[in-house]
Nanobody, 127 residues
Framework: QVQLVESGGGSVQSGGSLRLSCAAS????????MAWFRQAPGKEREGVAA???????RLADSAKGRFTISQDSAKNTLYLQMHSLKPEDTAMYFC?????????????????????WGQGTQVTVSS
C-alpha cells in the first residue's frame, strides 16, 4: 500500500521560503506522476505543480516564477521549493501520486488525475 508523507511546512513571513518534501513508501515502482496540491479553508483543492516520470513539469500560474517541483527517484521523494511566499499561499499542502491512471492527467493539475494522497502539511504565510 502506498504511503505518502509530507514534511517541511511551517510558518513564515511574506517573502520567505520553504521547502516541502514528500516521501513515498510501500511501492515497488515509480509513479506515472507526482504532484503538489493545496487547499485553503473554505476553498477547493487546487493543483500547484506536477512532474511526470519523464521529468516534465507543470506549474500553476500562481506558482510560476516562485515555486519549483523536483524529485529524487532514488529516494522516492518529491520536493516543492517555494520562494517569495505570499499570504495567499497559506494552505494545507498535499502530496499526490498517480500509480493507476498512467499519468494521462498529470499536466491537468486536477485532483482526479491522482490515485494516492498524503495527509498534508500546513503552510502559513503572515504579512
Amino acid at each position: 500500500q502506498v504511503q505518502l508523507v509530507e514534511s517541511g511546512g511551517g510558518s513564515v513571513q511574506s517573502g520567505g521560503s520553504l521547502r516541502l518534501s514528500c516521501a513515498a513508501s510501500g511501492v515497488t515502482r515509480s509513479p506515472y506522476c507526482m504532484a503538489w496540491f493545496r487547499q485553503a479553508p473554505g476553498k477547493e483543492r487546487e493543483g500547484v505543480a506536477a512532474i511526470n516520470n519523464s521529468g516534465s513539469t507543470r506549474l500553476a500560474d500562481s506558482a510560476k516564477g516562485r515555486f519549483t517541483i523536483s524529485q529524487d527517484s532514488a529516494k522516492n521523494t518529491l520536493y516543492l521549493q517555494m520562494h517569495s511566499l505570499k499570504p495567499e499561499d497559506t494552505a494545507m499542502y498535499f502530496c499526490a501520486a498517480d500509480y493507476q491512471n498512467a499519468g494521462l492527467g498529470c499536466g491537468s493539475l486536477e485532483p482526479a488525475s491522482q490515485s494516492d494522497w498524503g495527509q498534508g502539511t500546513q503552510v502559513t504565510v503572515s504579512s
